[in-house]
T-cell receptor, first 114, second 114 residues
Framework: DGGITQSPKYLFRKEGQNVTLSCEQN?????MYWYRQDPGQGLRLIYY???????QKGDIAEGYSVSREKKESFPLTVTSAQKNPTAFYLC?????????????FGPGTRLTVT | GENVEQHPSTLSVQEGDSAVIKCTYS??????FPWYKQELGKRPQLIID?????GEKKDQRIAVTLNKTAKHFSLHITETQPEDSAVYFC?????????????FGSGTQLTVLP
């Protein structure tokens, strides 16, 4: 299954709580990405990181935060400021090969906030 | 930013028939166009991709065509089988320095009827 893992698979939280989603890869990829998937809306980019200690906002960063302290790890925190956090979250990493665009996805975490 | 539109949102075909999914993009700087297949509850997986310097690419029963002038690209699946049933996403890739981002379409639920 490709060396990129996300945990847990299902996560339940009460409204108002922050929650951190894990993403780990052993593919030696520099670039990592977080996407949110909602029914009928495809994948939307939350944050991405090209290299350790550097990350940029994507299209829907409000209410989320990330860190990139290690090459292998790119955790996503869903804060209480995110108005509609219930969704399927996908992490991906990109092959560093020259000119490569291909992204490899983790299995995803389904977050439910009530 | 880039905007990718995908049609149709749902598609049902009889086993053995062909299926065609179409996408349009807005940014002429996009130069990479992948297609991902996502089975229910699983991670998206790359099935075929095309670069902007190529007009068509085939891989067994799957083909992708690109019309740069019109800014649209299509996925063609021939001799469909029940295991082709899944959600298919198109995407457009753009680079900015070493950074590479994908913007995804909203997905097509393909159902192959036996």
């Amino acid at each position: 299954d490709g060396g990129i893992t996300q945990s847990p698979k299902y996560l339940f939280r009460k409204e108002g709580q922050n929650v951190t989603l894990s993403c780990e890869q052993n593919l030696n990829h520099d670039a990592m990405y977080w996407y949110r998937q909602d029914p009928g809306q495809g994948l939307r980019l939350i944050y991405y990181s090209q290299i350790v200690n550097d990350f940029q906002k994507g299209d829907i960063a409000e209410g989320y935060s990330v860190s990139r302290e290690k090459k292998e790890s790119f955790p996503l925190t869903v804060t209480s400021a995110q108005k509609n956090p219930t969704a399927f979250y996908l992490c991906a990493s990109r092959d560093p090969g020259q000119g490569s665009y291909e992204q490899y996805f983790g299995p995803g975490t389904r977050l439910t906030v009530t | 930013g880039e905007n990718v539109e995908q049609h149709p949102s749902t598609l049902s075909v009889q086993e053995g028939d062909s299926a065609v999914i179409k996408c349009t993009y807005s940014d002429s700087a996009s130069n990479y166009f992948p297609w991902y297949k996502q089975e229910l509850g699983k991670r998206p997986q790359l099935i075929i991709d095309i670069r902007s310097n190529v007009g068509e690419k085939k891989d067994q029963r799957i083909a992708v065509t690109l019309n740069k002038t019109a800014k649209h690209f299509s996925l063609h699946i021939t001799e469909t089988q029940p295991e082709d049933s899944a959600v298919y996403f198109c995407a457009a890739g753009i680079s900015s320095g070493s950074a590479r981002q994908l913007t995804f379409g909203s997905g097509t639920q393909l159902t192959v009827l036996p």
